[in-house]
C-alpha cells in the first residue's frame, strides 16, 4: 500500500507560479511511476505530468513549457513547479503513484489550487 501526501496548493494570481509537493511511502520509490492530475469542478480528472523514476516526462499539452515535474528519488518525493498560471490551470490537484510490479494505482487526498485576481 502507497500512501501519498500532497501539499503546496493556493490561491495565485494569473500568471503567478506554485510549486506542488507529494512525498511518498509504503513502496520502494523506484517501482512507482509518479504523477499529477487534476480535476476542475464538473471536468473529469486529467494528467498534468508523469516521471518515471529514470527521469523521463511527459506533459499534457494545455502546460508544456509552464510546468516542471521533478521527483527527489532519495526523499521519495515528487514536484510539479507550476508557473506562468492561468486561471483555466484552477483545480483540486492529486499526486498518483503507479507501481510498475504491481500495476497499482494510488491517490493523494488533493490540494486546491486557485488562480484568480
Known amino acids: 500500500q502507497v500512501q501519498l501526501v500532497e501539499s503546496g496548493g493556493g490561491l495565485v494570481q494569473p500568471g503567478g507560479s506554485l510549486r506542488l509537493s507529494c512525498v511518498a511511502s509504503?513502496?520502494?520509490?523506484?517501482?512507482?511511476?509518479m504523477g499529477w492530475y487534476r480535476q476542475a469542478p464538473g471536468k473529469q480528472r486529467e494528467l498534468v505530468a508523469r516521471?518515471?523514476?529514470?527521469?523521463?516526462?511527459n506533459y499534457a499539452d494545455s502546460v508544456k513549457g509552464r510546468f516542471t515535474i521533478s521527483r527527489d528519488n532519495a526523499k521519495n518525493m515528487v514536484y510539479l513547479q507550476m508557473n506562468s498560471l492561468k486561471p483555466e490551470d484552477a483545480a483540486v490537484y492529486y499526486c498518483?503513484?503507479?507501481?510498475?510490479?504491481?500495476?497499482?494505482?494510488?491517490w493523494g487526498q488533493g490540494t486546491q489550487v486557485t488562480v484568480s485576481s
Open positions: 498518483n503513484a503507479h507501481s510498475i510490479y504491481t500495476k497499482d494505482d494510488y
Open positions: 509504503g513502496s520502494p520509490f523506484s517501482m512507482l511511476v
Open positions: 516521471i518515471t523514476s529514470g527521469q523521463s516526462t
